[in-house]
Every structure is written in C-alpha cells, then in structure tokens.
C-alpha cells in the first residue's frame, strides 16, 4: 500500500498554521459552492441528455431537480459532522462514508482513491437526479440513470487514476 | 415508476422531507414550480454549518 510521508515542510508552527487557514478558508468555500456546482455541471448533463432524447425541457427547470438531488449529499455531510465531532482531530484521515473504509487511513493507491469515489450518498444524490430529470422529460428513469452513471463512472476512474499517478509522481 | 399527484403546492420544508421518502412528489411539483433558490441557499447554509464545528477542531489542533 502507498501511504503518504510525512511532509517536512508541515514541520513549523508557522507552516501548519498556514496550513490550517488554507484547510479553513477552502472548506469554507468548498462548502458555500460545492452544491452550486454540483446543480450547475448535473443540470448541463441533463440538459445534453434532453437534447437527444424526451421532451424538451428548460435548463432552469433541470436546474431545480438537481438542487434538490443534492440532498443526500448534504445528509452525508451531517453525518460526516457527527463522525467528525466524536473523532480527534489527528485522526480525520480516517473518517469515511464510502468504499474507503476499506483501506488504511492516508492510502493513495488507484484502488483506494476509486473506492473513496463510491459513497451510497452520491449514488443516491445521483439516483434522484435521473429521476427527476426523467419525470421532466417524460423519460425513462433507466435511461437517464444508466446515462448520469456512465458518466459518473468514467469521472471516478478517470479521476483516481490521475490523481493516484499524480500523488505517486510527488512522493515517488 | 408511478408518480404521485397533489395539486397543492409543496412547502420547502415538506420538499426536503419528502426527497427522502417520496421524490416523485417533489419533482411533480417542480415540473409545475420550479423555484430553487431558497433551496440551494438553505442546502449552501447547512453545508457551511456542517463543516464550521470540523474545521475550528483543525485550527485548534494546529495551533
């Protein structure tokens, strides 16, 4: 298993307290905008299916569905919440909801940055999105769900293979 | 999948406790009212407050 060093340069006071700000400030934002986008990039995926298949449907209205579709998601930051607050802090590596509970906390193999991708919630989240989308486009909900998870599919590989060959370039 | 009917008008609340048990009820309804800002900036708050209590832990323990 490729686990992550130590990073030396985490070793000041003053390093890990810029550090903590930057983890502050972009969990700040991840958490504001982390819905707004995930509405914005579902409802254009939706938004291409419909401009192939259904009724034609305006953005706005597949805008809706998705904002909604979020709330598995949010539930699963609740959840996370209440893990987080009953966990120390040194050990928020090990905090998982997905398929990463399987592995040792700090693993950055393909395998584990895969099965961190595969979260109930997001299946859920997405689940809800293909049927909202296919009420509104007077579509079936398998189409439109094997379309949103053959697309989500090809995010997750794409995304742990370069982020595993990233992490493996930096620590060797 | 059968869809459920209500010609009356979902609240935001009975919207999100709905998505839960009766999606096909709330995506109706947005087929008839599409309104989704109040949604997104309930969903952007309660996003932000789950996160808040996590990330005072990390600057505690880093300071």
Redesign the interface.
């Known amino acids: 298993m490729q686990q992550m060093p130590d990073n030396p340069a985490l070793s000041s006071p003053e390093a ?2 810029m ?3 930057a ?2 400030i972009g ?2 934002a ?3 905008l ?3 986008l995930f ?1 914005l990039i579902v409802a254009l995926l939706l938004k291409l299916f419909n401009a192939l298949a259904g009724d034609k449907v305006p953005y ?2 597949l ?3 998705s ?6 998601l ?2 699963s ?2 959840i ?2 209440a893990l ?2 009953t966990t120390p ?2 050990n ?1 590596g090990s905090i998982s909801i997905s398929l990463y509970l399987l592995f040792p906390p700090d693993t950055y193999t393909f395998p584990a940055l895969l099965a961190a991708q595969i979260n109930p919630f997001i299946l859920w989240s997405l689940y ?1 999105a293909a ?2 989308g296919a ?2 486009m007077k579509s079936e ?1 398998k189409k439109v769900g094997s379309y949103i998870f053959l697309l989500w599919l090809i995010y997750a590989l794409a995304s742990s293979y370069f982020g595993a060959a990233s992490i493996s370039n930096l620590y060797g | 999948m059968e869809l459920e009917s209500d010609s009356g008008t979902l609240s935001l609340g009975q919207k999100f406790s709905l998505i839960f048990t009766s999606p096909s009820r709330v995506f109706t309804e947005l087929e008839r009212n599409h309104s989704w800002l109040a949604a997104l900036l309930v969903i952007s708050l309660v996003s932000l407050a789950a996160t808040l209590p996590l990330l005072s832990k990390i600057k505690h323990m880093a300071s």
Not at chain 1, 67 to 72: H, I, K, T
């Open positions: 890990l307290d550090a903590a700000n983890a502050i969990g700040i991840g958490a504001l982390t819905p707004l509405a706005r209205k805008f809706s569905v904002v909604y579709a979020y709330l598995p949010l539930l930051s609740l996370g919440l987080g607050l802090a040194e928020f809800l049927l909202g009420i509104l909900v």
